[in-house]
DNA sequence: AATATTTTTAAACATCTGTTTGTATAGTCA
DNA sequence: TGACTATACAAACAGATGTTTAAAAATATT
């Protein structure tokens, strides 16, 4: 955890709050788990953040705000700059996957947290989550989307759909266990190793999206 | 629900508490709505199993064991009947996957809910469940890897790796997101549609293996 | 039919949970 | 300095939670 200078006990809270929720869930956190493990008093999150829902939201939108303001960005830019070509495959799915696998990868400010936590609410349905989903992930994914959709035009919708999903998929469950990752490869993969992991991710994604429809018969050696 | 003849407590206790720990998680769903949603009564489910966490295990290995005695089964008998040569790696994807694409799409005996306990499990950690998918599920798992990895000579031990959890990741986020992806793509992608996903999932695996290390520059049009 | 065994039930238990309250403390500005 | 505000704190509250107990009911066995 970063170093504090004031009594910023909001701050501290936040940090607490997100490792305890994404190694334990929401329902699996206790207030008093979070106060705890920061030093707080058990009121302070009351007072700082209404309520433990409120403090999950917060601990959520503090991480993805940024992040998606900056893909965005980023992809505004590439596109003026493409000027009327399109924006390169490759630099599409860089740009919407280098913010998340950087901060899975980032062992010292708690960014690692937040991508076990969103892949958390990706399949855990919390309630409460919905909304914030469909208002802060939902129209920035629809956004790449689309102009991914662009390079594949050979593709029916469905088709296209389904290769998204997969993508999608491999991605989010990639940075949630990219902690174990060492672990489960008897440390041929490192841990927490976002350029390595972004390095096999953005092949992987052109692979999956510039296949045949029909694939040929596979080389069986 | 299937129709249960005699008073089967034990069995109508294990398809509610499927249901809710895949809606709600673990942490999210009491005994009290296990059983009550079951009409049994509260102290039953200690009766019948003990505590919370042997009804949770119980009702992840009533469907796992099934799915993996059926794939190692026919694991060996396509090896069997390949001889000396290797298994199709369409063959091997299908071994492995479609069981649990039939289970997801089941929704006339719960088996739904299954894809998506398992697809919590694998992103969160219940402690007392690492044991459990250590021993049930990450040896057959290792099976397929190696089955596969004879098909992908030519690509190096961390890159087959990072592929290999790419397809295992696309796979289960699709299984545990699959009853919402009617809704997720405006209704192109139909629901609980076994089919239709294995369908387009072996292609998109086995596309993922056999594609080029360093990919050439895609076509931008 | 009588006994033994299994299953069901209602009630209670101890503990934990999110939240609230009232008050003390620290910081800010007139 | 003195009044005011923001923050921190200990304590308590009401309800929920997993688990246990003991007795009733159902079922099986002799």
């Not at 030093?39 to 939108?61: D, M, R, S």
């Not at 992991?197 to 596979?218: D, G, N, S, Y």
Request: charged content about 20%; overall charge neutral.
């Amino acid at each position: 955890m970063p170093g504090f200078q004031k009594s910023d006990t909001l701050e501290i809270l936040l940090y607490a709050a997100e490792e305890l929720f994404a190694k334990q869930g929401f329902d699996g956190t206790t207030l008093r788990d979070i106060t705890g493990l920061a030093g707080v008093n058990l009121a302070a999150a009351h007072y700082h953040l209404g309520n433990k829902e409120a403090l999950y939201i917060k601990v959520f939108t503090r991480r993805l705000q940024p992040i998606n303001e900056s893909r965005l960005a980023r992809l505004a830019r590439a596109e003026q700059e493409a000027n009327i070509s399109l924006v390169g495959m490759e630099q599409l799915i860089e740009i919407m996957a280098r913010p998340l696998f950087e901060l899975a990868a980032d062992t010292q400010h708690g960014g690692q947290y937040f991508a076990r936590i969103l892949g958390r609410c990706l399949v855990e349905p919390l309630p409460f989550m919905e909304a914030i989903i469909t208002a802060e992930l939902q129209p920035v994914m629809a956004r790449f989307g689309q102009a991914l959709r662009r390079h594949s035009p050979q593709l029916a919708p469905e088709e296209y759909l389904w290769r998204f999903s997969f993508v999608i998929g491999a991605m989010h469950h990639s940075l949630a266990t990219l902690h174990g990752m060492k672990v489960r490869t008897h440390g041929i993969c490192r841990d927490h190793d976002a350029a390595a992991a972004l390095q096999r991710f953005i092949p992987f994604a052109v692979a999956t999206f510039t296949a045949p429809v029909k694939p040929e018969p596979v080389n069986n050696r």
